[in-house]
């Protein structure tokens, strides 16, 4: 059964650092597009970063310079390191694996930026 699991979510202080990971159960993992997406309430889902198949990277221009995505094709897991948040970086975040018509979503990992 193809799954997508989520963690590293939590309650952060502003400046502070979390490391998001996505573990997908696929085969041939370095073919799939890998891509976080947040929403925050009463807002869109929108793409945080991405890295392609051809291992291209993506940022929102609101996380250049504090988050960096990266992937372990070894263990077929994404991550996403995020450093300097801001209580506007609070939302829901999930992860997406994306090749041809296949489309996976986690169930998402919840980020609080407060004090």
């Known amino acids: 059964q193809v799954q997508l699991v989520e963690s590293g979510g939590g309650l952060v202080q502003p400046g502070g650092s979390l490391r998001l990971s996505c573990a997908v159960s696929?085969?041939?993992?370095?073919?799939?597009?890998t891509t976080w997406y947040r929403r925050a309430p009463g807002k869109q889902r929108e793409l945080v970063a991405q890295?392609?198949?051809?291992?291209?990277?993506n940022y929102a221009d609101s996380v250049v310079g504090r988050f960096t995505i990266s992937r372990d094709n070894t263990k077929n897991t994404v991550y996403l390191q995020m450093n300097s948040l801001k209580p506007g970086d609070t939302a829901v975040y999930f992860c997406?694996?994306?090749?041809?018509?296949?489309?996976?979503w986690g169930q998402g990992t919840q980020v609080t930026v407060s004090s």
């Open positions: 997406n694996a994306r090749r041809d018509s296949i489309s996976l």
């Open positions: 890295i392609t198949d051809g291992s291209i990277i």
């Open positions: 696929v085969t041939i993992f370095n073919s799939y597009t």
